[in-house]
């Protein structure tokens, strides 16, 4: 079985994975909107400007919410 590979995703696509992980989203300022959950350390942040956020991005914010690729992959299918 080949592995799935993290890809662009759209802005509102990444909210509703976030959202389905416990995160809620806080306030926008800016292009930026800013998630967090209880118990989060930190809060996530996605740039909302860009067509598609970098996997850069989604790969950092991933570190914060202490999750996975697999359960990122399983989440982003369910919002699909």
């Not at 990444?14 to 306030?27: D, I, M, N, P, Y």
């Amino acid at each position: 079985m080949t592995e799935r590979r993290v890809t662009p995703q759209p802005t509102r696509v990444l909210v509703r994975v976030f959202e389905r992980a416990g995160f809620r989203v806080v306030r926008q300022r800016g292009d930026h909107i800013i998630m967090t959950r209880p118990g989060a350390t930190r809060a996530l942040v996605i740039k909302a400007a860009t067509r598609a956020v970098p996997v850069t991005h989604i790969l950092t914010n991933l570190r914060t919410a202490g999750m996975g690729r697999e359960e990122y992959l399983r989440l982003l299918d369910e919002v699909r």
